[in-house]
């Protein structure tokens, strides 16, 4: 190692010497000589340079970085040819780093450096020198300024830009190909021997990548790479300083590489054939199952076209492709039947979409497989021959008859039988009776096609062995017109004859309709039931007929009213007609034949309403009369109060009885027997104001003797439920208000206490509380009242 480092660095300090020696101080002048000294020439070796006009001039020092000694760096020795030794001289040192990194010894002019110093960072620094008297403190010679240049050593190792490098080169590439430039920097002196001279190796990453040296592109070195057989690489590249010499410095970096994909690589299924199966009930659309066909590929190169090339059943399924799954879904075109086929063969092709025309060597690109399909038998309901079923019937059509029927089968191999029955909330009238076995449909009631032109229905066809399995079907039935309804006045006719009017004239237009709809239409004809001495029709042969006066002079007093009966009749097989009533008033009118009076009857005629609607609807408004002035009397009788009205009353039932009767003769009011002979109650009836939470025995009293008095009764009374333990905890209060002539208890009422109630007092009413604030009020103001009298 030390020899080594004698033999590095002994060329620098060689090459160091004839630099050096351009910094030594310069003499001029005859006065004396300036010249720097350095340590490292012998004294024999020093020279002495004459210089005319000026007495020093400094040029540059030279000093090697990241020195390590323990004392500090020897830089240089500065002298002027005006010492004369006798220390009158003082140096001084100004400029980068002086009196901080750079010292000068004032006296001798030695210079040194006090830290270790570092090219990267400044590789120069610029100072200025100058003598000056100590006695005087004038400069002996003029400021000069020099520079220390800092020799460069190889400390510092190629650094890369990056710790980590990531790059992509597609598969199956060319030798040769571009991959990655990497560049590595190198701190040193590049112009000064070969410590910035970095040189590239790859250190990891071979066979398949190689380096160039001198610029750090990476380039592939193996051909025919494949991605599906590897995809991604680490390379490890180093950059060494020195020329890649021994004892270079080095740094290194990784280059993560991933191999792109191209399409090289077919689709191909895994298995040549497939077996999938479907229920034959099956919707259209649903899916059959999946396949797939595998390709090593990725992304647009992988994506797949699936395809029905061949089979029986390319008109009943379809293949489509799953973009994210890349899977070939089979679907069902066509419905199925497994009793008319049960195995279908398929060849399904799947394609590359994205062709890479330099692979078509390694294809093709495409394969087949083959799927067999097996349709599976379900319990199918019903089928019907018909949907919907159209049955026409003409309207005469006797209840009972046949009108049409429907078929069903099971579609299933076992063929089990089916039944046959209307939906009732489709046939809510009962029009209509199917035979369950046959299915024949034949009418309950006779059809009417004036009410209803249309009937529908549904009829529900089930398997005889499984009830669940049902099918429905509509039955439209149109009701075909017969004719069977005669024609009648269009509308209700006013009709008025002036009693002025003359033979021949115009009174009346008529019309007629008719609710069946024959094929050809309508045609009626009009005509008189007999001849009539008054009145004429002339029939228009358009549906419409005209009234005429067959004499003139009408007169009111004679005969007010005409009833004209006209037949109409219309020309459908087989014919039909009515006899419609024309009501003709006799009016009396003006000469331009415009009405001015005619008789209420003739109104009342000529309005469609008889003598007894009329009495009918006065007695109905009477009625309503009646009623309203009963309601508005009812409302004005006064309401009579309760004998109980305190809102403090706080007890929970109170009966009041409002009624008043006349005593015992009052016999239709109640009956005081009940109370003198209580045998006759039922022993088993029970309270009515509640309800009881538990039922007790009854307990029978001691009678009553006949002719007793009420007071001992209810005494008796009151001491046998007081006395009694399960008699229920609640108050009751019954107010009898019975009173009359002929009672035994006397009158009940205070009207006639004045005389005997007149000598007691009630001031303790007034300490009752203010619940007894009125009555206290009532009473002690009668008496009051009383004293003053």
Excluded at 318 to 325: E, F
Excluded at 620 to 636: N, Q, S, W, Y
Aim: proline fraction near 5%.
């Amino acid at each position: 190692r030390e020899y080594l480092l004698v033999k590095f660095f002994l060329p620098l300090l060689l090459l160091s010497f004839p630099l050096l020696s351009s910094a030594v101080p310069l003499s001029s002048g005859s006065d004396g000589n300036l010249f720097g000294e350095f340590p490292s020439l012998p004294e024999k070796d020093r020279r002495i340079l004459h210089r005319s006009k000026r007495g020093w001039m400094w040029n540059q020092f030279f000093l090697l970085e990241e020195y390590a000694g323990p004392d500090f760096q020897y830089v240089g020795k500065l002298h002027s040819d005006q010492d004369r030794g006798d220390g009158t001289v003082k140096y001084i040192l100004n400029g980068d780093g002086a009196g901080s990194l750079f010292l000068i010894d004032e006296n001798s002019g030695d210079i040194h450096a006090t830290k270790r110093l570092d090219r990267e960072e400044k590789a120069y620094y610029t100072l200025r020198a100058q003598a000056v008297s100590k006695r005087t403190g004038r400069p002996l010679e003029p400021e000069s300024e020099f520079i220390i240049k800092i020799h460069d050593i190889n400390d510092n190792e190629p650094k890369f830009s990056k710790e980590t490098y990531v790059a992509s080169v597609p598969e199956m590439s060319d030798v040769g190909t571009f991959v990655l430039q990497v560049t590595a920097t190198d701190a040193d002196d590049e112009q000064y021997g070969n410590s910035a001279k970095l040189v590239y190796s790859i250190l990891q990453g071979q066979p398949y990548f190689s380096v160039e040296s001198e610029t750090g592109i990476i380039r592939t070195a193996l051909s025919n790479m494949n991605r599906e057989n590897r995809e991604k690489y680490q390379v490890v590249i180093q950059a060494k300083d020195m020329a890649g010499q021994m004892g270079g410095l080095s740094g290194t970096t990784t280059i993560n590489i991933t191999l792109t994909d191209v399409n090289d690589s077919p689709p191909r299924f895994p298995h040549s054939s497939y077996h999938l199966s479907v229920l034959e009930s099956a919707e259209i659309g649903s899916t059959v199952g999946r396949i797939k066909a595998n390709d090593a590929d990725i992304g647009e190169n992988a994506e797949i076209q699936y395809s029905i090339i061949d089979g029986d059943g390319q008109d009943v399924f379809s293949i489509s492709t799953d973009r994210i799954t890349q899977e070939g879904i089979i679907t069902i075109k066509k419905p199925l039947d497994y009793e008319s086929k049960r195995m279908y063969t398929l060849k399904v092709e799947a394609t590359n979409t994205h062709l890479d025309h330099r692979f078509l060597h390694l294809g093709p690109f495409k394969d087949s497989a083959t799927v067999k399909i097996t349709a599976q038998d379900v319990d199918e309901p019903p089928i019907f021959s018909r949907n919907p079923y159209i049955i026409e019937v003409h309207e005469d059509t006797a209840a009972g008859s046949f009108i049409g029927a429907v078929a069903a089968w099971d579609p299933d191999a076992a063929n089990h039988p089916v039944k046959y029955s209307i939906d009732r909330h489709t046939d809510l009238d009962r029009l209509f009776n199917i035979d369950s076995g046959n299915g024949s449909i034949s009418t309950l009631q006779s059809l009417d096609r004036e009410m209803s032109k249309w009937h529908n229905i549904s009829v529900v066809a089930t398997e005889i062995n499984n009830p669940r399995q049902t099918t429905r079907v509509p039955v439209f039935i149109k009701v075909l017109d017969v004719n069977d309804n005669a024609p009648e006045f269009a509308m209700f006719y006013e009709t008025f004859v002036c009693e002025n009017v003359k033979a021949g004239q115009l009174i009346q237009t008529i019309s007629a309709v008719d609710t069946d709809e024959p094929l050809v239409g309508h045609k009626f004809a009009f005509s008189l039931t007999t001849v009539n001495p008054n009145f004429t029709i002339l029939d228009n042969e358009d549906n419409t007929a005209r009234i005429f006066t067959k004499r003139s002079g009408f007169s009111r007093r004679e005969t007010s009213i005409y009833l004209l009966p006209v037949v109409i009749s219309d020309n459908d097989y087989p014919i039909q007609s009515s006899t419609s009533t024309l009501t003709i008033g006799v009016c009396a009118c003006d000469r331009d034949g415009n009405m001015k009076a005619c008789s209420a009857e003739a109104l009342l005629r000529s309005a469609g309403l008889s003598t007894g609607a009329l009495v009918a609807i006065l007695l109905c408004v009477i009625i309503l009369l009646m009623i309203v002035v009963l309601f508005a009397a009812l409302r004005r009788q006064k309401k009579k109060e309760p004998l109980i009205i305190s809102k403090e009353d706080v007890r929970d039932n109170v009966v009041s009885y409002n009624d008043e009767g006349g005593g015992e003769e009052d016999t239709q009011a109640f009956d005081i027997g009940t109370l003198r002979n209580p045998e006759v109650m039922d022993a088993n009836k029970l309270r009515r104001d509640i309800i009881p939470e538990m039922l007790f025995p009854f307990r029978r009293t001691s009678p009553i003797k006949d002719n007793a008095d009420v007071r001992d009764f209810i005494s008796s009374r009151l001491q046998d439920n007081d006395a009694d333990p399960t008699a229920p905890p609640y108050d009751s209060l019954a107010t009898y208000a019975y009173e009359g002539n002929g009672s035994l208890a006397e009158s009940l009422s205070s009207l006639e206490s004045a005389a005997t109630e007149g000598d007691q007092e009630y001031d303790y009413l007034s300490n009752w509380g203010p619940q007894f604030k009125k009555l206290a009020d009532m009473y002690i103001g009668k008496d009051t009242d009383t004293d003053i009298a």
